[in-house]
């Protein structure tokens, strides 16, 4: 990785796209490609820990994608409950993980799992890795919006102290900071409702590499183009 250290982003965002025309292309099940396509997210949340990165956020499912079809909505969480499965996993890399998402629509078994994870891994510093399950960015602002509705209703707070720290602070990714960059591979150009708030800032790295192909060397020409990027936040 030729990057200055001093010119890594703190916290990448990943929307894992491109899997389901990955396995067509090959003439396999579309759940081929997501089988794949968690194997390429496994290497790039090791890459991402060998090159110092702080913050690593992927968008492995929406809240829209209950919509598919059955089988692969159970794959997705078949490879989601196998990751689950490989408990010491983030002990050897000292990772912290948390998800993003309403866990509520998940299985009893799922859930128990991710609260221990959330709670066991919350030890580790190095790299926090943070999993969109069943997430969506609106959602994530309304059920902020809400919980700052229910305090004013307490009178824990008044309307006023209402601002962007404090909504921020009730986000899923409280007290994480904003993502830098933000990559989507696979040739679509949009955010998709991931990270809406946090990317109010962020760079956006497009590709057409289809993301079961997305490799560190790919990461690495991610890396190179945010690092030649110039950041303003509105400044000069
Ligand atoms: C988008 O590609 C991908 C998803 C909706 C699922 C991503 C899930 C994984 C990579 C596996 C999850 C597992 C873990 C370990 C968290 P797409 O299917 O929309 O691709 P397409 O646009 O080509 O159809």
Request: proline share 3%; glycine share 6%.
């Amino acid at each position: 990785m030729a990057v200055d250290k001093e010119k890594l982003p703190v916290h990448i965002g990943f929307i894992m796209d491109g899997n389901g025309r990955w396995a067509v292309k090959r003439g396999l099940p579309r759940k081929m490609g997501h089988r794949e396509g968690a194997k390429a997210f496994r290497k790039i949340a090791r890459y991402c820990k060998t090159i110092g990165i702080k913050y690593i956020t992927f968008y492995a499912f929406s809240t829209e994608n209950w919509k598919r079809p059955k089988d692969e909505v159970d794959e997705i969480m078949r490879l989601f409950g196998e990751y689950l499965n490989e408990a010491d996993d983030f002990k050897k890399d000292k990772t912290r993980i948390i998800f993003l998402g309403d866990k509520s629509a998940f299985s009893e078994d799922l859930r128990t799992r991710m609260e221990e994870i959330e709670r066991d891994s919350a030890v580790f510093d190095e790299m926090t890795m943070l999993l969109a399950m069943n997430y969506g960015g609106r959602d994530e602002i309304v059920r902020a919006a809400k919980t700052a509705a229910e305090m004013v209703l307490e009178k824990d707070i008044k309307p006023s102290d209402i601002n962007e720290s404090l909504i921020s602070s009730l986000l899923y990714t409280g007290g994480i900071p904003d993502a830098d960059l933000i990559i989507r591979p696979s040739g679509e150009k949009r955010i998709s409702n991931f990270l809406t708030w946090q990317s109010a800032y962020s760079e956006l790295y497009f590709t057409d590499v289809l993301w079961p192909d997305f490799t560190a060397k790919e990461l690495d020409k991610a890396l190179e183009d945010y690092a030649s990027r110039s950041r303003r936040f509105g400044g000069v």
